[in-house]
């Protein structure tokens, strides 16, 4: 069993940035494929990124690339979301997750893919 909380959300300017934390707290957090997933108001949970267990592998979807970085401290069981550049449509409820990493790829996209999930972080970027 692991246990998932983030943190990190806030109110923000579009254009600026800011960076969430999921802290994992059970099992060693290594072992686990990590992902962030978001959901608008009214929308579905959608993918955003994800890192290997080794983290060395990261993938993103195409809406945060090259403006989100998805890292893990081992030492801390803690992985990281930094976003910069931020638009008002990144708005939304923020979700770690953790599947482990015999079941679940560095390549998992999909909400079904992962076993834990966090209980959620807003963010709001304002205009």
């Known amino acids: 069993q692991v246990q998932l909380v983030e943190s990190g959300g806030g109110l923000v300017q579009a254009g600026g940035s800011l960076r969430l934390s999921c802290a994992a707290f059970?099992?060693?957090?290594?072992?686990?494929?990590g992902a962030w997933f978001r959901q608008a108001p009214e929308g579905e949970r959608e993918f955003v990124t994800s890192i290997s267990w080794s983290g060395l592998n990261t993938d993103y979807a195409d809406s945060v690339k090259d403006r989100f970085i998805i890292s893990r401290d081992k030492s801390k069981n803690t992985a990281y979301l930094q976003m910069y550049s931020l638009k008002p449509e990144d708005t939304a409820d923020y979700y770690c997750a953790a599947g482990h990493m015999r079941t679940t790829t560095p390549w998992a996209r999909e909400v079904r893919d992962f076993d834990y999930w966090g209980q959620g972080t807003r963010v709001t970027v304002s205009s």
């Open positions: 059970g099992r060693t957090f290594s072992d686990y494929t």
